[in-house]
């Protein structure tokens, strides 16, 4: 018969790996809570027009890594890249702006992008992200940044680096374009082909560009962040004195664009030196023109989107467990069938008093019975033979001293009780 495999750069996560990841995901929403954010949760798909708008015809993204296909109906439909666009349109179509003038959202999600899978680069992986709609304040981007921060911080993760820009808004832009295609020109054709691409339609690109080459030729380039108006000027002083006052370092990389169209005035990045090329964990910035963009009226906004399962890389290689694996509670062997009443009720009782109980279902002798107790760690085991049926007791061994002691069937939650395990 044919054996079925998964989709190609697609993930089965086992437990106990899925522990790691329930671990951080009530890590998110714990801090997320703290710091008055909510959560979004946005369908898995949505129209392409949605994200060839919202993220830039010319983006990666766009371009080449979009799952689209037309569903039956002739609709042309793409499982979501990335979420600040459909965050952005759920608080357009839901009117959202009507209930407050700010919202602080958040999100942890499956995304899709046809790449090609390597160590950290996957076809459906995750993200967690927030998005503040409806302030422009340097304040929201440094709150952000803070927020991001907290959350590698909570996990135990070490050497992050931190790397913020400014891309100004669409007019010290398109000052600077000019400024940076002269420089880029005299050398165009020693540039890569999609810098070549790049250069009349979004210059700015070709700065991010991360071809050995190319990053050789833009040594000398000229830095946006020398040409800004005094607008992007003051919000990016006011940033980096923000930063400095929560005593958050951080590295000035005046080449960091970031790859979706939507950012104005912050880009940031967070990269860890234990990932080899796939390095960049979270990315994030501000994207006033988002909203105008699709449709609903000028608000400003800023974010950041990190990945998951490059977090997990290298919480593993820090060798950071973050969901400590601590055994069960009890675990009930019996061999009669006459004690099956018993031990279902057993278990009933004691894991609704919040004990992990297990049993074996396999019929197994007590000997297997009892290594199976110990390879689950068990910390009580409860037996049940013919002599413990008769008296009405069962007995208990504490597994962490080897001492054995009969305790009468309906007081085992006492007993239990008194041990103190949870
Ligand atoms: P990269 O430069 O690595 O392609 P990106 O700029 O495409 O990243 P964003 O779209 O900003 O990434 O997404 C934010 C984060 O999501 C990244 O920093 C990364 O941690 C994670 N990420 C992006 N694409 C993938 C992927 N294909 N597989 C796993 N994680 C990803
Ligand atoms: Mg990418």
């Known amino acids: 018969m044919?054996?079925?495999?998964?989709?190609?750069?697609?993930?089965?996560?086992?437990?106990?790996?899925?522990?790691?990841?329930?671990?951080?995901?009530?890590?998110?929403?714990?801090?997320?809570?703290?710091?008055?954010f909510h959560e979004?949760?946005?369908?898995?798909?949505?129209?392409?027009?949605l994200f060839a708008r919202g993220i830039g015809q010319l983006t990666d993204i766009v371009s080449k890594e979009m799952y689209s296909f037309?569903?039956?109906?002739?609709?042309?439909?793409?499982?979501?890249?990335?979420?600040?666009?459909?965050?952005?349109r759920a608080f357009i179509e839901n009117k959202m702006y009507a209930q407050q003038p700010i919202h602080k959202l958040y999100y942890?999600?499956?995304?899709?992008?046809?790449?090609?899978?390597?160590a950290g680069r996957l076809r459906q992986f995750h993200q967690f992200g927030a998005e503040t709609i409806g302030s422009a304040d340097p304040a929201a981007d440094i709150e952000m940044i803070d927020l991001a921060v907290a959350i590698y911080k909570k996990t135990g993760l070490k050497d992050l680096q931190l790397s913020i820009n400014s891309v100004g808004d669409p007019l010290c832009r398109n000052r600077f374009r000019k400024i940076l295609q002269d420089y880029i020109r005299p050398n165009l054709n020693l540039y890569c082909e999609d810098c070549k691409k790049r250069f009349e339609t979004n210059p700015m690109r070709i700065l991010d560009c991360k071809n050995e080459s190319c990053i050789k030729?833009?040594?000398?380039?000229?830095?946006?962040?020398?040409?800004?108006?005094?607008?992007?000027?003051?919000?990016?002083?006011?940033?980096?004195?923000?930063?400095?006052?929560?005593?958050?370092?951080?590295?000035?990389?005046?080449?960091?664009?970031?790859?979706?169209?939507?950012?104005?005035?912050?880009?940031?990045?967070?990269?860890?030196?234990?990932?080899?090329?796939?390095?960049?964990?979270?990315?994030?910035?501000?994207?006033?023109?988002?909203?105008?963009?699709?449709?609903?009226?000028?608000?400003?906004?800023?974010?950041?989107?990190?990945?998951?399962?490059?977090?997990?890389?290298v919480l593993q290689s820090q060798q950071i467990d973050m969901a400590e694996t601590t055994g069960l509670d009890v675990f009930i062997i019996g061999m009669e069938n006459d004690a099956r009443p018993i031990i279902d009720k057993t278990l009933l009782k004691l894991r609704n008093a919040g004990y992990r109980c297990d049993q074996d279902l396999l019929k197994r002798s007590i000997k297997a019975q009892m290594r199976e107790a110990?390879?689950?760690?068990?910390?009580?085991?409860?037996?049940?033979?013919?002599?413990e049926l008769n008296s009405g007791k069962f007995a208990v061994k504490d597994m962490s001293n080897g001492i054995q002691t009969e305790i009468k069937f309906e007081d085992i939650e006492n007993f239990l009780e008194q041990q103190k395990l949870i």
């Open 70 to 88: 037309q569903d039956r109906g002739k609709k042309q439909i793409t499982l979501k890249p990335e979420m600040t666009a459909p965050v952005m």
């Open 40 to 49: 979004i949760r946005t369908p898995v798909f949505e129209q392409t027009e």
């Open 374 to 387: 110990n390879r689950q760690a068990a910390r009580y085991v409860l037996i049940i033979g013919e002599n």
């Open 217 to 313: 030729l833009n040594e000398q380039a000229p830095k946006l962040t020398d040409y800004l108006c005094d607008g992007c000027a003051e919000h990016y002083k006011q940033l980096k004195s923000g930063l400095d006052n929560l005593g958050i370092a951080y590295r000035e990389n005046p080449y960091l664009v970031r790859g979706l169209d939507y950012y104005t005035r912050t880009v940031f990045e967070i990269t860890s030196g234990a990932l080899g090329a796939q390095n960049a964990v979270c990315g994030g910035g501000r994207y006033d023109l988002l909203a105008e963009e699709l449709g609903g009226m000028p608000t400003p906004a800023t974010g950041f989107a990190a990945g998951m399962e490059r977090l997990l890389l």
């Open 2 to 36: 044919k054996q079925f495999k998964r989709i190609k750069g697609t993930q089965d996560i086992l437990p106990p790996e899925s522990r790691q990841w329930a671990a951080l995901e009530n890590l998110i929403h714990e801090i997320m809570e703290r710091y008055n």
């Open 108 to 118: 942890i999600a499956s995304l899709f992008r046809q790449e090609k899978p390597q």
